[in-house]
């Protein structure tokens, strides 16, 4: 079983980022912009092809899936952007 507290760090650590760093940024855009950082950070391995045909045609420039991110990774990533200036 998965220890629950997990679930209070992780959103503790993602309200210090947004109220820190970027509360210029809506919420969905903070968890996009996380999604697609830490993709970035980890050579593009959650970048998931190919994409539907809808997404082909509008705007979506990849697909992240993160479905799999084990929540200690999670957190770690989160703690890394925190303590970056």
């Given at each position: 079983m998965r220890n629950p507290e997990r679930i209070s760090n992780?959103?503790?650590l993602i309200q210090e980022l947004w109220m820190d760093k970027?509360?210029?940024l809506r919420?969905?855009?903070l968890i996009s912009f996380l999604s697609q950082e830490y993709t970035k950070r980890?050579?593009?391995?959650n970048i998931k092809y190919p994409l539907t045909?809808?997404?082909q045609t509008s705007s979506y420039k990849q697909k992240i899936d993160l479905f799999d991110l084990e929540d200690d990774?999670?957190?770690g990533f989160l703690i890394?952007?925190?303590n970056e200036k």
């Open positions: 992780i959103t503790r970027y509360t210029d919420y969905f855009q980890n050579n593009n391995n045909k809808q997404e990774v999670l957190e890394t952007l925190l």
